[in-house]
Structure formats: structure tokens, C-alpha cells
């Protein structure tokens, strides 16, 4: 609508200014000593959110971090959007592999660089955004909702309290949701599912103090050696995983099924290219796009243990330590899985040592059926503003609340992402395309056109 394109054309910059602003506070939902920024933050979302044309705007406190609502209903007859995202950001860690400061947005080369510019603070706000324009247009052709969470980098241990208690307040049709990426702008894509996750720290004990590695090495286990001969040991010569029963409940796809999910395009020598590696890596007999989407997953995400300072010291370290997640794909249960993987963990361990095993959080995987009104809706938003449809794909990360929504609202989940996955998604040098930014402010109203229009 012409309407719509004036309205963003004429306030694309300020649009853009608030989004700075918003990348400017340091919303780290994972460090205690971020907390009063976190507070800020939603402050700062609440505030943007009367200004759009929100009504019954408030942010509302949790056991952790607090979730911003607000909603603005136009006639209790029209359909309901309830539109999801975080405000929280991933550590910046480590610093000193940014070329920027992570909380002093720049952009260069018409990319935003800043934590969490694509994650998730520059995808939710292009609904804020979206929001703004059909309100201040008087086009809104349906009711919007919005919860915007401070806690899902950390695994929304909250949310799930929030939603159980305020049922009736978030009453809506469907859930809308910008944390995913798409192919490319070239090639827009439109994710039909989310793998779940479950994430675990483990610690490895040997003697009860670091030890001298010359007076005690050969004699005493080391938990660092051994930490690294159990991880190492969970996979095969294929790169499957070894723990018992963890393949027992893979959904398997078919062959048709996988055919359509690999006839979408992508470049492997682009992608070693911009990786930096000659070789990728995976399960047998399965593609790069396969392993990504539709198959389960077992990493490190970091490991330590001893003496990693400057210089040397030559010890023996009493602990060594990692964190390791897992990502799962539709049957596998979050609580299952990491219970068979803290059983297989103890059990692989060498008397010489003790073990460990610390479950964080986790979450379900999502499928989105294709045939819902809301799914046909939003290719048809990618549509009219990209001038082709979108190639469905399934998304390798994870969104562990999206699950919820449906168990606790019946309500199903469209995920209508406007990243790329070379935006450097919890990595240094995080960016997001300017171009990506208008371009969701541009579709998501189309999306709610085109939503009220099926649902009548």
C-alpha cells in the first residue's frame, strides 16, 4: 500500500536512530552485573511501544528479567496477532575480536554492527516499526498483541510462569515471530520448523589440587585428557552421536521430502568461502542443509580447564570443565535427551576421576504446518514485497518457547525471519543488514493485511 511505503520512506531514519539507541544499552541477560541494563532496555522497548499507538503498555517484573506487553485492540471481532520476540542480547565475549565496540553500533557497508542487532533487537523492533505505520496510518487491519522477553538467551525460565498466568490477556490467533534467518533477500526463505535444545555443563575431577605436571603426570589421571577423550568419544567414525537411545525418536524425513528441502539454492563453495575452512563437516550421508535443519546435533560450546594464562605454568589441573549443547529435531524430548546424556557421561567416566553433570535448559522443536492460514499469509507478505514466494526451510536454531505457545495458548507459531546466517548470530563482528531492517518493516504489514483477509 503507497500509504505505507510514504509513512516508512518519510520516517526511515528516525526508525533507524531508535534502533541504534536500543543497540546502545547493553542488555546482557546472562551477566548479573548487566542487570540494571537489562531494566533499561525495557524501559526503552516500553517507551517505543506507546509511542508506535500501543495501548496497556507495561513491563512486567518476573523471578529474572522482565517482559514488556502492551497491546492495541482495534475490534475484538477481527483476528488476534501476538507478536514474540527478546530484547536480551548474548555476551559480547570476547572482546577483543570486535573491530567495533559490540555496544557502539556502526554501520559500514550497509550493515549494522552491533550485539544484537539481528538477535533480536533489530528484528523485533521492525514489527515495532511495522506496527507504527499501519497505526499512524489508520490501516491496522487487525488486532496486535505484543511480549517482548528479557530472558530468552538464557532459556526464558520466566516466560513459561508469565504465559500460564496471564492466559486470558494473550489470548490471540497466532504467533508471529522475527528471530530466524532467510536465505538471502535474492532468495527469501520462510522457516517451517525450529530444532529444540538442550544444553548441559559438565565438570571432570581428578586429584583434589592442581598438582606439579613433572612430579605427578603419568601417575594421576589428568581431567583435561580425560574431559577431551569423553567428549571425543561422542561421536563415531561417521559423526553420529554415540549415546545410547539418542536417535530412538528422530522424526525421519522422506525421500520427497528431503529432495525439496535440498532443491533450495546453495553455494558450498561460498559458504567454505566465508567460513574461512577448506573442508565442511557432518553426519554421513546427509547434506550441509540437512544437518543444519533436520538433523540432531552434539557441541561444544566451550571447554577449559588448568593454566590458560600468559606464558607457562606446568601443571596438572584438578578440573576441567565444558558446556555442551545439543539441538534436537522433532519427537526428540528436550528432558529425555539431556537424561541420557548425563547417564552416558557418568557411566563413560574412568574410575580415576569423578564427574559432574548440570542440566541448564532446554526446549522442544516446532514444526509449522504449511496449510495454516497464518503460514499462507506471511508468503504472501514475502510476496508482494520481494516479488517472488518464499522457499520453505527448516531453521537449525533454536527458539525453546515456541513449543509453550502452543501446549499453553493452542496457538501455532509463524516464524517470518529477516537475518541471514552470516550475520554473525552470538559471534564478535555481529551485524545486520540495513536492507534486511526496511524490508521487514515493509513485508509484516502485509502480513496482518493479508492475515485479517484469510481469517474472515
Avoid at 98 to 121: C, H, L, M, Q, T
Avoid at 135 to 142: H, Q, R
Avoid at 371 to 380: G, I, L, N, P, Q
Avoid at 389 to 413: D, N, Q
Wanted: charged share 25%.
Amino acid at each position: 500500500m503507497q500509504v505505507w511505503k510514504d509513512y516508512q520512506v518519510t520516517h526511515k531514519d528516525r526508525f533507524l536512530e531508535e534502533l541504534l539507541e536500543l543497540l546502545r544499552i547493553p542488555s546482557v541477560s546472562a551477566d548479573s552485573s548487566f542487570s540494571k541494563d537489562v531494566k533499561a532496555c525495557a524501559e526503552a522497548v516500553k517507551l517505543r511501544l506507546q509511542e508506535a499507538g500501543a495501548e496497556k503498555v507495561e513491563v512486567c517484573p518476573t523471578a529474572g528479567h522482565p517482559i514488556v506487553y502492551g497491546e492495541k485492540i482495534i475490534d475484538p471481532a477481527l483476528p488476534t496477532v501476538l507478536v514474540y520476540g527478546h530484547y536480551d542480547v548474548q555476551p559480547a565475549d570476547p572482546l577483543e575480536l570486535w573491530n567495533s565496540g559490540p555496544f557502539e553500533p556502526v554501520i559500514k557497508d550497509e550493515k549494522i554492527y552491533a550485539r544484537g542487532s539481528a538477535d533480536d533487537k533489530g528484528q523485533f523492533y521492525m514489527h515495532v516499526k511495522a506496527f507504527e505505520t499501519m497505526a499512524k496510518t489508520n490501516t491496522l487491519p487487525c488486532n496486535i498483541k505484543f511480549m517482548i522477553e528479557g530472558e530468552e538467551e538464557v532459556g526464558s525460565a520466566n516466560l513459561g510462569i508469565f504465559i500460564k498466568e496471564n492466559k486470558e490477556r494473550l489470548k490471540a490467533d497466532v504467533v508471529l515471530i522475527s528471530d530466524t534467518a532467510m536465505l538471502s533477500l535474492e532468495n527469501p526463505s520462510l522457516d517451517t520448523g525450529l530444532r529444540g535444545l538442550s544444553y548441559m555443563e559438565v565438570e571432570v575431577t581428578g586429584p583434589n589440587r592442581d598438582l606439579h605436571s613433572g612430579v605427578y603426570g603419568g601417575a594421576v589421571a589428568n581431567p583435561a585428557t580425560i574431559l577431551c577423550k569423553m567428549i571425543a568419544s561422542m561421536h563415531d567414525e561417521n559423526n553420529h552421536i554415540t549415546i545410547p537411545g539418542f536417535y530412538d525418536k528422530v522424526q525421519e524425513l522422506s525421500k520427497e521430502e528431503r529432495d525439496a528441502l535440498n532443491a533450495a539454492p546453495f553455494d558450498e563453495a561460498a559458504y567454505k568461502a566465508d567460513l574461512g575452512v577448506d573442508e565442511l563437516w557432518g553426519e554421513k550421508g546427509y547434506t550441509t542443509i540437512e544437518r543444519t535443519g533436520i538433523r540432531p546435533t552434539l557441541e561444544v560450546n566451550g571447554i577449559w580447564g588448568g593454566y590458560t594464562g600468559e606464558g607457562s605454568k606446568t601443571v596438572l589441573p584438578s578440573k576441567a570443565s565444558a558446556k555442551i549443547s545439543m539441538r534436537l529435531v522433532p519427537n526428540q524430548d528436550w528432558k529425555e535427551i539431556s537424561a541420557l546424556f548425563q547417564a552416558h557421561f557418568e557411566k563413560i567416566a574412568p574410575k580415576s576421576v569423578k564427574v559432574k553433570v548440570t542440566t541448564h535448559h532446554g526446549g522442544s522443536p516446532y514444526v509449522t504446518p504449511t496449510d495454516h492460514v497464518a503460514f499462507k499469509a506471511a508468503s504472501e507478505a514475502i510476496k508482494a514485497t520481494f516479488g517472488k514466494g518464499p522457499i520453505p526451510m527448516r531453521g537449525g536454531g533454536s527458539i525453546p518457547i515456541v513449543a509453550l505457545f502452543e501446549k499453553e495458548l493452542g496457538l501455532k507459531t509463524i516464524l517470518m525471519g529477516f537475518g541471514l546466517d552470516s550475520d554473525n548470530l552470538h559471534s564478535p563482528n555481529e551485524k545486520y543488514g540495513l536492507a534486511n531492517f526496511y524490508k521487514g518493516i515493509e513485508t509484516i504489514p502485509y502480513f496482518h493485511k493479508y492475515f485479517a483477509e484469510m481469517s474472515k
